[in-house]
């Protein structure tokens, strides 16, 4: 599309790892359809722009101290983020677009997290779209929290988590986004403003494909945002361009487990990791390394700094009596092995970026949600989708080896695994020309073309 060349888009991503790295694949594909792209990032985990040399980077003194950093309560830590960067972005977005030699700005994108960016778009009367990096079935649940909490479902009580929500099928109540916080009340405030945020934007985009979030996706365009053009684009990570990039984590990748994968037989290997952020406790990271080695399958896990509240001691003698048949590393380079043919499970605690790279490679997933919207996306693989299963009964050694032993060799698993296959071809042909994403992403482009004059007035004064 040569009218987009000459045209520049401002990018802000949330400045965690499972925020970065989408917005990031967003820009490669974006930057494929002749855009310019500059990324605005705070130092508080900052940004390596020689891994993107085709972006220009434009960092504001936004860093949190080592207390702040610390922060568990996400809605203080998100309230302090917003606070923290609205007139430092100001000030920078002000300097970006009087800049005369450089292409002049469509619009910004930026995720509906960092609610600050809607004042200050709007105050340069700039369009400004919104990238959720989460799926859209769980920001079909965020939208409905005022119905949610109308109907007695939030705060969520105990003693209600079997019981069916008749109002979003085919969730229940323990699917329900939540948060172990002292403050329920500014969870639900959080997650409202959030969802509010795409009523006052030019656009919503998604990192899914239709035939991933089909129901989700028309519930979200018919009774949430009937006025907003939503894109679903993904799998980003897929597209050629986006694939080609150099790692963008905020974590060093530890190169051996692909060594070690490389010796292993075809999808024999159960592949374990949590994410950036969730953690266990001592006693179920005990039970999940017993658990593991009970099943007597070959496992990667991933045991990054912080994962265990507390330390994390191994049992005495556990690594020795593998005998090679486990690996564990502090972090792994997921893509590529959830990709290698050894791999035959992925434990996961469900977070949107791993489920959907689970599901683009047909590998089934055994789940273990631990926050926010992670309950929804379990929910989905292993009741909608049907490509894996959730550990429902307590993290417990007996528990989790009958899990893996199902989903490993019993007749179930080869079901799922099956029906995994068939979910990743569809993954791949929403990318190919005139599948559902390939055409989302041109109407995207499109859509961009036909807002970006309502900033140039301003641009130009």
């Known amino acids: 599309m040569e009218q987009s060349r000459g045209l520049r888009l401002i990018l802000l991503p949330l400045p965690f790892q499972g925020h970065i790295n989408p917005m990031l694949e967003l820009g490669n594909l974006l930057h494929s359809k002749g855009f310019s792209i500059t990324i605005v990032h705070t130092k508080f985990n900052s940004l390596n722009p020689s891994s993107h040399p085709h972006f220009t980077f434009h960092s504001i003194p936004v860093d949190l101290s080592e207390s702040e950093a610390s922060i568990k309560e996400a809605g203080c830590l998100l309230s302090l983020i917003n606070a923290k960067c609205v007139e430092p972005f100001r000030e920078r977005l002000a300097t970006l677009l009087s800049d005369a030699e450089e292409d002049p700005v469509a619009c910004l994108i930026s995720d509906p997290l960092l609610h600050f960016t809607r004042s200050v778009a709007e105050s340069f009367e700039l369009p400004r779209i919104l990238l959720r990096t989460g799926g859209a079935a769980s920001f079909a649940v965020y939208a409905a929290f005022p119905l949610l909490k109308e109907k007695g479902y939030l705060p969520i009580q105990d003693s209600r988590l079997e019981e069916p929500v008749t109002e979003l099928s085919p969730f229940k109540v323990k699917d329900l986004p939540r948060l172990d916080t002292c403050d329920p009340e500014s969870f639900y405030q959080l997650i409202t403003n959030m969802a509010n945020e795409p009523k006052a934007s030019s656009g919503l985009i998604f990192n899914t494909f239709e035939d991933l979030e089909q129901h989700a996706l028309a519930t979200l365009r018919q009774n949430s945002y009937p006025n907003i053009p939503i894109f ?31 010796t292993q037989a075809p999808k024999s290997v159960v592949y374990v990791s949590f994410g950036s952020i969730a953690a266990v406790k001592e006693a179920q990271f005990l039970e999940i390394a017993w658990g593991l080695a009970n099943s007597n399958h070959p496992f990667l896990w991933v045991v990054r700094p912080g994962l265990v509240h507390g330390s994390e001691p191994l049992p005495d003698g556990f690594l020795e009596s593998l005998n090679g048949r486990g690996h564990i590393v502090k972090w792994a380079p997921q893509k590529q ?36 919207d992670q309950m929804a996306n379990a929910r989905y693989v292993s009741h909608v989708w049907k490509v894996g299963v959730q550990i429902e009964h307590g993290i417990e050694r007996v528990e989790i080896e009958r899990t893996i032993n199902l989903l490993m060799v019993e007749k179930e698993g080869e079901e799922i695994r099956d029906r995994a296959l068939k979910l990743m071809e569809k993954a791949n042909i929403c990318l190919k020309e005139g599948g559902s994403s390939y055409q989302s992403l041109d109407g995207l482009v499109k859509h961009i073309l036909s807002i970006k004059s309502f900033a140039f007035g301003k641009q130009s004064e």
């Open 232 to 262: 679903p684009v993904g799998p980003f990570h897929k597209c050629d361009s986006a694939a080609s990039s150099s790692s963008t984590g905020l974590l060093t990748e530890d190169q051996s487990c692909i060594s070690w994968l490389n």
């Open 337 to 372: 092995v959830l990709a290698h043919p050894a791999v035959g499970a992925f434990w996961t605690h469900n977070g949107w970026n791993s489920t959907l790279e689970s599901v683009c490679e047909g590998v089934p997933m055994i789940c273990m949600p631990c926050f926010s």
